[in-house]
Every structure is written in structure tokens, then in C-alpha cells.
């Protein structure tokens, strides 16, 4: 399945490239990896957002990092890769 990243998400991305963060750029490959397998089960400590955020999903990059993204038909859509939930 296609991963498809909001503009933010690029810019975080971007980011931990540019911090040379190898551990958290490591952890993200292999989030990435498993939600395309497994959207909605697997490593990460997947969970569905409530609220405003209905519909998406989060997975743990760290202790203060997590990836939001949501499933769609065709692919799969990142919006954060950095912080709790802002989106």
C-alpha cells in the first residue's frame, strides 16, 4: 500500500534527517513498514484518536513523538510525525 505525507509531515521528516536522529528515523521506517502490512494492529502501540480526531490512528514513535495517519482505501495518509497530536 502507498504512503502518501502531508506538507507538515514532510517538514518534520525532513527534520530528524536533518538532526542525524538515526534511532527515531529508524522506528518510523518500521512504523511505516508495519502500518502498510497491518493498519491497525502491530508495533507502535496502535490506537484510534477520539474526538475531533476520529478516524485517524497513532502510533509511538518515542516518548514525545507520534505518528497520525489514516487509512484510506488506496493508501495510507501521514499527517504528524512529531509531537501529540498536532495536526
Excluded: C
Amino acid at each position: 500500500m502507498e504512503v502518501r505525507f502531508s506538507e507538515k509531515a514532510k517538514r518534520q521528516l525532513e527534520d530528524y534527517k536533518s538532526r542525524n536522529d538515526s534511532k527515531s528515523m529508524d522506528k518510523i521506517k518500521l512504523l511505516l513498514k508495519s502500518i502498510t502490512k497491518e493498519p491497525f494492529s502491530g508495533i507502535g502501540k496502535p490506537e484510534p484518536l477520539k474526538f475531533d480526531l476520529k478516524g485517524l490512528w497513532s502510533r509511538r514513535i518515542n516518548i514525545n513523538d507520534r505518528l497520525v495517519y489514516e487509512v484510506k482505501p488506496e493508501y495510507i495518509f501521514v499527517f504528524s510525525i512529531k509531537g501529540h497530536y498536532e495536526l
